[in-house]
Every structure is written in C-alpha cells, then in structure tokens.
C-alpha cells in the first residue's frame, strides 16, 4: 500500500493544474495523479484533431506537466472504491491519502434518439483511439450530420468542411449557439458556415437513425430524412459523478458534485474541481450548466494551494462564461451576458457597438473587421457583457473585457481609462473598440435622460 500527502484523480486540465498548483505551494508534500486514460488530451482541441491538427496523437497533454513541473507520481489506473482514507484500484492496488482531489470531468450525453447506437453514430469522448476511429470513418465518408450547435458542433462542421465533405447541423433552437450568443452574431457565424457550403437545419430534432446496422440517414421530427453515413452527436455534457455516489458526497445528477465556496466537498478532506463540481452563475448565483477549461484550471489552481489550509482567498462569485471560437477566418468571443439572457433576467440596460478595424491604418497587413457589442446595466453603468467577432485579436479582447466585467468596470472607467496602441498590433487609439462602444452607451444615457 503506498502512502501521499495528495491524491488527485483526474488527467485533464484541472487535474494537472492542481497537482502543480499544490506542488508549488507545498513543495514537500508527496502528490500522486490517478488516471485511467493512458494518453490525456486537450479538451478543447479534440475537434481539432478531425482537420487542423495532423493526427489524434497531436493534442496531448504532455505527462511531463504530472511527473516534471509538478513533482507527482502519474499512476494509469481506475478508483473503483474507498474504504476510509484507502482508495482500492481496478489493478487491485491500495493507495492512502491525506488529501484527495476529485477532477473526474463530464461525459457526454447522449439523447434517446432511436438507433443512436448504429454504426458510423458516434459522440465527443476524450479518447485516443476513439477519435482515431471517427476520423478514419470521417474521411472514408460522403454525408455526415451533426446533432447539437453549440461549440463542439460548429466547430466540427468547419473541421469536416475542409475535408470537402457534405455536412448538415441540427440545431433544436432558432440559431446556433443559442445559449451563448445573440442572433445577429449567430447569424454571421451561419452565413460563414453556409458560404462554406454547409446546411443548416434550425428549429428542429433527429427523431432516429435509420440504417441496417450502419447508419444511412438521419430522420427528423417533421419526417424529414437527410443523407448520412456518418453522425456526431455534441448536445453537451453532465458531469462525472461516479465516484462521489461511490464516495457518499452530496452531489446534483445534473449540475454536479456540491461543493462549498473553497471547492471543499461534503466531506472533511475531498476536494472537487473542474467539470464534475457544481458551479454557480455569476450573475444569478443559481446552479449553471457552463463548463469551461478555464474555469477547470482556475479551480485546480485555487485548490492546490489550499489543500492544508487557506492561503488563496477566492476573489470571484462565480462562473462568468467567457467563450471564443473561430469559424472560417473569423474569431467569435463572448463573455458575461449576452442582450437577450439580459431581457430574460428582467433587467434595464443599454447597448454600445463599435464597428471598426483591429489594426491602423486599415490598410496595415493583417487588418480584420471588428465588431463589438456591450451591454451596460442601466443605473449602476456597470459593464455586464460583451460580444465580438473579427480577427484573431478577439481571443485576447474577450480576456481583457472578462477582467473588466469580474472587476464590475463602470462605462466612466472604460471611458478613461489608459491604453498602450501600435498601428502592427491594435486599432487605432482615436477608434479603439471597448471605448468607442463603452462612448456609444454614454451617449445612449444621455439621450435617455434628455427624453
């Protein structure tokens, strides 16, 4: 039986983040990383990994990240039960802990859609050899269908598209990405996928499979039956919660494992991260679906320095969603509230657009469009959300605007507050986006209180 101050179980982002989060702050501390996968890879390149990337094999997390940065015992195994503080592995092996991490993630899910389980129907799994099989299946294929339009789905479509492929998504709500993204920027990210040659069905369900053991079409709701041999279905995911119904630990089927405001569990001594703990809304402080890398790793940090007494004091309310996708050539970022969850929630804003270039002059090599959308809170000014879409530039400006929203920046501060600007790398001082938006919602209070 082996003995370790910490044991994480878990390969993916949160998991390594917290074993080299609690290696730098207890330095002398033994830390073993339990994983049941023999190769990890990058959750959010799997898509990747169907076109851009050369091969599966080319988004792994490297084990030197476990055993090298973070001083830890990487062990291929599976926890398949506990007695006290003993975890009992598949291999029969025993091992003892003072702390214990749970970084199991989620699992995707999978609708009760008739024939699901034919050939060619495949879901998102984070496996190596799975992957590998969709791919090859992929290029052997001639029609595929994707079931669900959030990130994973779009992204996929653009991935199969430059195979050349004919690829249909079906999305049950009026636009792709509806939980994240207000329809005018839905609606630029569809006419993307369609001038790419796509087909878009919106409004509507796969009913069933149909096909003789191997998939052949996919029926939809209305009757309606379109040409598959291959079908990827990306409707989300629920958290991995096997380990806490084993453990006894509070959790929700569906939002996850409960945990309190420092990651701890039910339970004296279990901490969870990442996908499988619950997370609440910044906003609303109700339970959320949104599960995201980043938040993965800003969990893992926090509760590997954490682990035997509180050194980091959690500074953020909670999940934000901050999003960012690149379809084509053009970069989609959103964070915080989109306009219409803003209408849902009841609450008085004002909208600040910038349409503009990302580099100055316009000319400049390398210059993209930029469009920017805030969204105030009416009496506060605070700033409550943003969305964009242009260049690459929009990965890094939807960081800077979630600092800006977590930090409850008012439209005065985003108004005067100092920027560093180069014609090479951003817009143009007298044309920069976040302030001439932020202006655009100025102005709007203006005219507001003048009526």
């Not at 989060?21 to 390149?45: D, F, M, Q, V």
């Not at 052997?140 to 199969?160: H, M, N, P, T």
């Not at 930090?407 to 007298?430: C, F, R």
Request: proline content about 4%; aromatic content about 6%; charged content about 20%.
């Amino acid at each position: 039986m082996k003995y370790f101050d910490v044991v994480i179980i878990g390969g993916g982002p949160a998991g390594v983040s917290a074993a080299i989060s609690a290696h730098n702050t207890y330095p002398a501390k033994s830390i073993a990383l339990i994983r049941k996968e023999e190769i990890a890879l990058i959750p959010c390149g799997i898509p990747y990994t169907q076109a851009t990337l050369p091969d599966v094999l080319s988004n792994t997390l490297p084990d030197g990240l476990v055993t090298q940065k973070a001083g830890a015992e990487l062990i291929i195994d599976e926890v398949i039960g506990r007695k006290a503080n003993t975890l009992h592995l598949k291999s029969g092996e025993e091992i003892t802990y003072s702390k214990l991490v749970l970084a199991t993630g989620s699992i995707p899910s999978s609708p009760p859609i008739e024939g699901i389980d034919k050939e060619g129907s495949f879901l998102i799994q984070k496996d190596v050899k799975y992957l590998e099989k969709l791919r090859a299946k992929m290029l052997d294929s001639s029609d595929i269908v994707i079931i669900g339009g959030g990130y994973i789905g779009v992204e996929l479509v653009d991935e199969f598209l430059k195979h050349n492929k004919k690829v249909t998504i079906v999305e049950l709500q009026n636009q792709l990405l509806p939980a994240t993204m207000d329809f005018e920027f839905a609606n630029k990210l569809e006419s993307i996928l369609k001038e790419r040659g796509a087909n878009i069905v919106l409004g509507r369900y796969v009913k069933s499979l149909a096909g003789n053991g191997q998939v052949e079409s996919v029926v939809l709701d209305d009757g309606t039956e379109i040409p598959a041999d291959v079908v990827v279905t990306c409707v989300g995911c629920k958290p991995n919660i096997k380990l806490a119904e084993i453990f006894g630990l509070r959790h929700d089927p569906r939002y996850g494992i409960k945990v309190d405001e420092y990651l701890r569990s039910s339970e004296k001594d279990v901490f969870v991260i990442g996908d499988a703990a619950a997370k609440h809304d910044f906003f609303t402080g109700e339970l959320t679906d949104i599960r995201l890398a980043s938040t993965a790793m800003a969990e893992g940090r926090l509760v590997g320095s954490n682990l035997f007494e509180i050194k980091v004091i959690r500074k953020y309310r909670g999940v934000l969603g901050s999003f960012s996708t690149k379809i084509g050539n053009t970069a989609f970022g959103i964070s915080g509230l989109t306009e219409l969850k803003a209408k849902e929630m009841n609450l008085e804003y004002a909208v600040g657009e910038a349409i503009t270039v990302d580099r100055h002059p316009g000319m400049v090599p390398g210059a993209s469009p930029l469009h920017l959308k805030l969204i105030f809170a009416r009496y506060s000014h605070v700033l409550l959300g943003a969305e964009m879409h242009g260049g690459d530039s929009v990965g890094e400006l939807v960081n800077m605007l979630s600092v800006m929203i977590l930090n409850k920046m008012t439209d005065m501060d985003i108004d005067t507050m100092q920027i560093g600007t180069h014609p090479l790398l951003t817009a143009s001082p007298i044309a920069y986006p976040v302030i001439t938006a932020t202006v655009d919602a100025i102005g709007k209070w203006y005219q507001a209180d003048v009526t």
